[in-house]
């Protein structure tokens, strides 16, 4: 895709399975969409099997990791399972990340870790 076209990307919430999130990302990856973006919220469906699903499903379309609850998941796991799942994805995630402070800016999720796809 030409870099002066805009991409669009859409965001799977934690409320679809993995084999909704696999069939949309089929789907996403043949419809030229840049990314989907997948955040997880507490008492929810967990995100990361689904991810690693679409990251062995697809090769188009990137993955996103949005912000997972440092609560819930270790910041030292969240690293591992980041890199496992550009490894899956042959190097086409990314992962966003944001401080917890409601004063702070709103484009501190800015912080993007990119590696070409």
Known sequence: MPPDL???????????T??????????????????LWFAENPFGRAILPAVAACAADTSRVRLGLGILNPY???PTLIAQEAAVLDELSGGGSDSASAPESPNASRNSARDIARSPR
């Open 72 to 74: 819930q998941h270790h």
């Open 18 to 35: 993995p084999q909704a999130c696999r069939a949309l990302a089929a789907s996403a990856g043949a419809h030229s969409f840049h990314t």
């Open 6 to 16: 805009a991409r669009f990307s859409l965001r799977l919430h934690q409320g679809l």
